[in-house]
């Protein structure tokens, strides 16, 4: 299904799972690596790094990871221009897991306002 081989399992997890991640940064794709020999070992270095899109640290292809496997149970958004971190003080990101958190019974409607507002003073 990918275009290139995988060294770990992208099964299907069959829970719900929500992904929210920043698009339209250059972030590395590729590393090309030359081996030199010094002797008594083999150093490896970095020679060309290919970057497409993605937050700035995952590229886009491992964040969408989900929606190429057919994960049935997984809600994908991309927010443009958000970086690794930045994604985590969305107030879009920050008023979704708190809804889910009131949703599931997790947080009571007061503790989501306070939560929230707690985490725009961030």
């Not at 969408?64 to 879009?92: P, T, Y």
Request: glycine share 10%.
């Amino acid at each position: 299904m990918f275009p290139f081989r995988l060294t770990y399992d992208l099964s299907d997890v069959g829970v719900q799972t929500y992904v929210k991640y920043g698009v339209g940064l250059a972030t590395p794709e590729k590393y090309t690596y030359s081996t030199v020999n010094n002797n008594d070992w083999d150093e490896r270095y970095i020679t060309n790094i290919a970057v497409g899109d993605g937050d700035g640290t995952v590229n886009r292809r491992s964040l969408e990871a989900g929606l190429k496997m057919g994960w049935e149970k997984c809600d994908h958004e991309a927010f443009a221009g958000e970086d690794h971190q930045s994604i985590v003080k969305n107030e879009k990101v920050l008023g979704f897991l708190v809804q889910l958190g009131v949703n599931e019974g997790l947080l009571s409607d007061n503790s989501f306002a306070r939560s929230f507002e707690a985490q725009r003073q961030l």
